[in-house]
């Protein structure tokens, strides 16, 4: 991977000119999106190298050709925590390092370069030249609040007026002991068609009564009209 050409850094503020590529070019911005409150992690690659080590930076551009440094690494295999929030951490020998941010906020969004630093000249050979957006946090929704719906807890008053609860409007009340008055309704109902069945069928049951006996007394009259003609010879 080709390494940005090395810039300028200004103390005491730290500042670097943003550093251009092995063929004059600027480094691409890369666009990352994140959400507040989340931490953000970058790695930062490069060829392994040999000899003494060499520094690696974060830092957060302020103009065109310029950035404020938030973290540097001071050894390899070496984790360094800037500010509780900005950390690095170098392995060389693997050609990468890796920086997080925690705790994201709206105002981390903006321009941020990573890549070599050399302390001696103050200046960064940038790799990645990253664009990041920060969106704000959702807003949790309540957590146990239920409504229960108003006539659930009416409280049916007397028409005299008995103390007790604000009460509500007579259509409300009307309607909470409306499932009372329905269940009593359908139940004369239910006792007025019980009692239309025996009846009914107490009335069937007696006309075949009748007609029974009636057919035992006709065939009982023809069997004593038939002995009476035949003692007549």
Request: a positive charge; proline letters at 8%.
């Amino acid at each position: 991977m080709a390494w940005g050409a090395p810039c300028l850094l200004l103390p005491p503020v730290l500042l670097v000119f943003l550093a251009s590529g092995s063929q004059g070019q600027q480094v691409v911005p890369e666009e990352l999106r994140d959400m507040a409150g989340q931490t953000l992690s970058v790695r930062c690659q490069y060829s392994p190298t040999g000899g003494s080590y060499r520094q690696k930076t974060w830092c957060r551009q302020i103009s065109p050709n310029r950035c404020t440094r938030l973290v540097t690494s001071s050894e390899p295999r070496t984790a360094v925590t800037q500010d509780s929030r900005y950390t690095i951490w170098d392995v060389p020998d693997a050609g990468f390092f890796n920086i997080s941010t925690a705790q994201l906020t709206e105002r981390d969004s903006g321009f941020y370069w990573c890549g070599p630093y050399n302390s001696s000249e103050n200046t960064i050979a940038v790799l990645r030249n990253i664009s990041l957006l920060v969106s704000p946090a959702p807003t949790p929704s309540p957590v146990g609040t239920t409504t229960w719906p108003l006539e659930r807890t009416v409280l049916i008053t007397s028409p005299g007026g008995t103390s007790g609860p604000p009460s509500l409007n007579g259509s409300e009340l009307r309607k909470s002991s409306s499932p009372l008055a329905s269940g009593w309704a359908a139940c004369s109902v239910l006792v007025a068609v019980l009692c239309g069945l025996f009846m009914a069928k107490g009335l069937v049951l007696s006309i075949l009564f009748v007609l029974l006996s009636f057919r035992r007394w006709a065939q009982g009259s023809r069997g004593h009209g038939g002995d009476s003609s035949d003692g007549g010879f």
